[in-house]
């Protein structure tokens, strides 16, 4: 749990708290999107004018919005627009701004019920985003207004703390498979958070919240075994070091699957080296589902816990 500890004493005039994550807590990572992209997007849909201005939104409270910084934090331009629910809108919207030229195109088929696989092949299948469309349907004039109901807020992105609080007390760290993949749309799609932290130089900051996590309290007297995958080891790699931060009275096992030793293999030297000390009572187990002659069989995690 994250702990909330009041540090001064009761009745004390002032209270000052001491917050900590712990185990298997996770990052809620704010991310924003990048300069040139939100002012490339301004320029395209035509709101390099208007992006400065700020604008009203009337809620209970009036509050105020400057539509530049509104892209950059608050909306997802990349959302690719989905089949069912909130973003089927986006069309529904989009449609309703196209000019009466414009309305030839398919758009207006889309929002219509025979248009839904149509919509899913278009959108859906390649993954195609929001910028994407409004690029293919030029004749939509999109007014500031109707910001919020095109463009889906931008959710944080939850990522596992895969550093041990007692190893390193000052730090938070990650181990963040950045997403970038290709569908038939020509440019690779990008994942938003993941792109915006791969471009991070050091001293960058960003907003984190965190998140309380799902691992269990165990005793450091109850021997312990992990198993994990890729990205999914870094939960395990917290918990193993703060295991061993401290000398452990009984035995840590972990399981980690990879598809190939030298190449993804993460911590690997780290975690040999726990190994190697008779001391932390650590064994290291991989299964590199990829390595190994063709024809060979693989070896799974499951395949290596069963063997033990
Ligand atoms: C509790 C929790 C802990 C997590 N911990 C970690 C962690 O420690 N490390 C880590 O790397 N991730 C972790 N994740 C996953 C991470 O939050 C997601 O990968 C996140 O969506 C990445 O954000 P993004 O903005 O970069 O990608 P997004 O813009 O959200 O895009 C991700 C989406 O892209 C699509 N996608 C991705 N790859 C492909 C593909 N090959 N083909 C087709 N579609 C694809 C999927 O629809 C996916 O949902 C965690 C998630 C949760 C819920």
């Known amino acids: 749990m994250f702990a909330n500890e009041r540090i001064t004493a009761k009745g004390w005039n002032q209270d000052v708290r001491h917050f900590k994550y712990v185990l298997g807590d996770a990052a809620v990572i704010y991310p924003e999107e990048d300069a040139n992209e939100v002012d490339d997007f301004l320029a395209k849909i035509g709101w390099k004018k208007v992006a400065d201005k700020p604008f009203r939104i009337k809620r209970s409270q009036p509050t105020y ?74 004749s939509v004039q999109l007014p500031t207004q109707y910001v919020f109901n095109v463009f889906p807020p931008l959710r944080p992105r939850e990522l596992s703390i895969a550093s041990s ?13 950045i997403v970038r993949y290709k569908t038939k749309m020509k440019p690779p799609r990008k994942g938003v958070c993941t792109t915006c932290i791969a471009n991070f130089e050091t001293g960058d900051k960003i907003y984190m919240s965190i ?84 024809g060979v069989k693989r070896t799974y995690v499951q395949g290596s816990t069963s063997r033990g």
């Open 165 to 177: 609080i007692k190893k390193h007390p000052w730090r938070i760290q990650l181990c963040v498979a």
């Open 65 to 138: 919005y400057q539509s530049s910084l509104c892209v950059s934090s608050s909306l997802d331009i990349w959302t690719s627009q989905q089949y069912h629910g909130e973003a089927s809108s986006n069309s529904y919207y989009t449609s309703h701004l196209m000019s009466r030229r414009g309305r030839s195109w398919k758009m207006e088929e889309f929002v219509a019920e025979e248009g839904a696989d149509d919509l899913y092949e278009y959108c859906h299948f390649v993954r195609r985003n929001i910028k994407e469309v409004l690029e293919d349907c030029h």
């Open 211 to 294: 998140r309380q996590g799902f691992i269990p309290r165990f005793p450091p007297s109850i021997p312990l075994i992990g198993v994990g995958h890729g990205t999914g080891l870094a939960p395990i790699h917290a918990l193993v070091e703060e295991r061993l931060t401290e000398q452990p009275s009984t035995s840590t096992t972990f399981y980690f699957g990879c598809p190939s030793a030298t190449k993804d293999q993460h911590y690997a030297s780290q975690m040999e080296d726990y190994a190697r000390d008779p001391s932390k009572q650590f064994s290291y187990r991989v299964a590199c589902l990829r390595d190994g002659l063709e």
